[in-house]
């Protein structure tokens, strides 16, 4: 028996990543899987790639910062899969890095959207969902960054990324007694794109590796078996956390 044999999960930035990395776990394990991310051909190329594996994927692209998408994503698991059980919402960015007098309020806006704003879209259009099974688990992709790591040039991204750990709070509170847990998921460094993209020299890079207890960075598929435990029943008993997946971040000082 698989750990997510029956259940369908929406899984946002799914088309790179750590997004990607959990799609192919959770379809792994048995999950009907609703991919998210902007770019439509990587997602579609995913979903093609699950097919083949024997599992069931279908692409919606959008904007997670859009409202309708957010609408679109239960709607879709609803009306293909009947309903929904699971949220990977791991869709994120980390807007322009400077230091805060020279960001813009157009920064602040869009990358709050898409770390925030987005997982508050989440939850309206997910929860219900969710009720209606009367079980589920909900995810947010957090950070180390932030939580236990002050980055300079890192305000806006930290401030949104912080300010999952307060929904995710109150979202736990509301929904534990209708069965549905919801948790943060907040990874240390990982070898994506986006770590490509602050770590962009050999010496940030090894500045970041030093860091971590554990010495380097995560693969991929290290978080997304943090998030597969989060998603199933291995952590039922787990609601309202923050829960690491930091290779030691958090008590390297
Ligand atoms: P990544 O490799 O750059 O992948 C990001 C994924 O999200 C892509 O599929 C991207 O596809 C999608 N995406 C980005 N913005 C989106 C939006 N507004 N709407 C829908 N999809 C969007 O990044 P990653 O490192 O896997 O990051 C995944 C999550 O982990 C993020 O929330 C990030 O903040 C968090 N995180 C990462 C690290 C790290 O070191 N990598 C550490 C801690 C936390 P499109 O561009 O096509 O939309």
């Given at each position: 028996m698989t750990l997510l044999e029956g259940k369908t999960a929406i899984v946002t930035g799914a088309s790179a990543g750590i997004g990607r990395a959990a799609a192919l776990r959770f379809a792994r394990e048995g999950a009907s899987l609703v991919l998210n991310a902007r770019g439509g051909e990587r997602l579609a190329d995913l979903a093609g790639e699950i097919a083949a594996a024997g599992g069931r994927a279908i692409a919606v692209p959008g904007d997670v910062r859009e409202e309708a998408l957010m609408r679109n994503l239960v709607e879709t698991a609803t009306a293909h899969f009947g309903g929904l059980d699971i949220a990977f919402n791991n869709a994120g960015g980390l807007g322009e890095l400077a230091?805060?007098?020279?960001?813009?309020?157009?920064?602040?806006?869009?990358?709050?959207?898409?770390?925030?704003?987005?997982?508050?879209?989440?939850?309206?259009?997910?929860?219900?969902?969710?009720?209606?099974?009367?079980?589920?688990?909900?995810?947010?992709?957090?950070?180390?960054?932030?939580?236990?790591?002050?980055?300079?040039?890192?305000?806006?991204?930290?401030?949104?990324?912080?300010?999952?750990?307060?929904?995710?709070?109150?979202?736990?509170?509301?929904?534990?007694?209708?069965?549905?847990?919801?948790?943060?998921?907040?990874?240390?460094?990982?070898?994506?794109?986006?770590?490509?993209?602050?770590?962009?020299?050999?010496?940030?890079?090894?500045?970041?590796?030093?860091?971590?207890?554990?010495?380097?960075?995560?693969?991929?598929?290290?978080?997304?078996?943090?998030?597969?435990?989060?998603?199933?029943d291995l952590s039922r008993f787990v609601t309202g956390t923050a829960h690491l997946a930091d290779g030691g971040v958090s008590i390297t000082k």
């Open positions: 230091p805060v007098e020279t960001q813009t309020v157009e920064n602040w806006h869009a990358t709050i959207d898409a770390n925030l704003t987005s997982a508050f879209l989440a939850a309206k259009y997910q929860l219900p969902a969710l009720y209606e099974r009367g079980a589920g688990s909900l995810i947010f992709t957090g950070s180390f960054v932030g939580h236990t790591a002050g980055m300079p040039g890192m305000s806006v991204y930290s401030a949104g990324k912080t300010g999952l750990l307060g929904l995710v709070k109150a979202l736990a509170a509301e929904a534990g007694p209708r069965g549905v847990r919801v948790n943060a998921l907040l990874p240390g460094g990982t070898d994506t794109a986006m770590a490509a993209e602050f770590a962009s020299t050999d010496e940030i890079r090894a500045y970041v590796e030093s860091i971590h207890a554990l010495k380097r960075i995560a693969e991929p598929a290290e978080i997304a078996d943090a998030a597969l435990y989060l998603a199933s």
